[in-house]
């Protein structure tokens, strides 16, 4: 008769246990026993631990090459009815208002919005509103904006996506994003990401958020706007280049629309950078 042979059970290594393996796909220094003395000098990247600053660079190039082969070609925005519509249907303008706006809009290439707003017919608070209706998303109250909560987002990133946060929600960890022409969702999702807080978007009149742009331009320590190179293999050394020199225990990253944001923090502060891609 067969009988399966014994097989003693093996407790595992001290040391494999206490420390964390390099998320590196092919790292072999990562699952040695020299990870242990490694362990406090290597790299937090996007919730993950990489070992070495070779195993960090070629990490964040592979996650950066699906940004820089995507088409960053704007989409159309598609709302449910054109503003000058809007505005006709609820009463705020008559009809040879909206025909005076319309020949000066062929004539100036501006939005319809601001063309009625030039000629006196509407207010920013009217166009905040129908932006808000169109959109399905509350007005944030201007007088009610903290101007503090500015600092949270580059302004670089501000001043691109005419985007600014208006109020934070500490118990809940929920901040309030306001934005001025449409709802960029891409940069909303970034944010959230980024400062790890749940988001929502509102909109603001464009005063309001010119008025919060001239404060935040104030004051632009803490972070760095460059024009994007041309490959991620570059990037990705410039982003370890900045890892090492602040002594960054965590790294996140988000791209948006070819817009490259990345913040490196530490114990007592951090660092964004942004990589801005040139106008095409």
Not at 155 to 179: A, D, K
Not at 182 to 208: F, Q, R, W
Request: overall charge positive.
């Amino acid at each position: 008769m067969y009988s399966v042979p014994e097989v003693k059970w093996k407790r595992p290594i001290a040391w494999k246990q206490l420390v964390a393996r390099c998320s590196h796909p092919q790292c072999s220094t990562g699952a040695s026993w020299t990870a242990v003395l490694r362990r406090t000098s290597g790299f937090w990247f996007e919730q993950q631990w990489f070992c070495s600053p070779r195993c960090l660079e070629e990490s964040i190039e592979h996650h950066l090459l699906g940004c820089f082969l995507e088409d960053h070609r704007p989409a159309p925005i598609r709302t449910t009815m054109p503003m000058g519509l809007m505005m006709l249907a609820r009463g705020v303008i008559s009809d040879p208002q909206l025909r005076d706006a319309i020949a000066l809009q062929r004539r100036s290439g501006e939005k319809i919005g601001a063309c009625l707003q030039r000629l006196g017919c509407i207010s920013f608070e009217d166009i905040a509103s129908v932006v808000a209706a169109q959109w399905g998303c509350p007005v944030y109250p201007a007088a009610s904006v903290q101007l503090g909560c500015s600092m949270l987002v580059p302004c670089s990133l501000i001043e691109r996506y005419r985007m600014v946060p208006v109020h934070l929600v500490s118990p809940g960890h929920r901040l309030f994003v306001g934005f001025c022409d449409k709802i960029n969702y891409t940069a909303l999702i970034s944010v959230e990401h980024m400062l790890g807080c749940d988001t929502e978007a509102c909109i603001i009149p464009e005063p309001k958020l010119l008025h919060v742009l001239e404060y935040r331009k104030r004051d632009t320590g803490g972070e760095v706007a460059v024009s994007r190179p041309n490959s991620a293999a570059e990037t990705s050394r410039m982003i370890l280049s900045y890892a090492q020199q602040t002594g960054a225990e965590d790294i996140r990253l988000r791209a948006m629309e070819g817009n490259i944001w990345v913040r490196f923090l530490s114990q007592s502060s951090h660092l964004d950078l942004v990589f801005e891609l040139s106008s095409r």
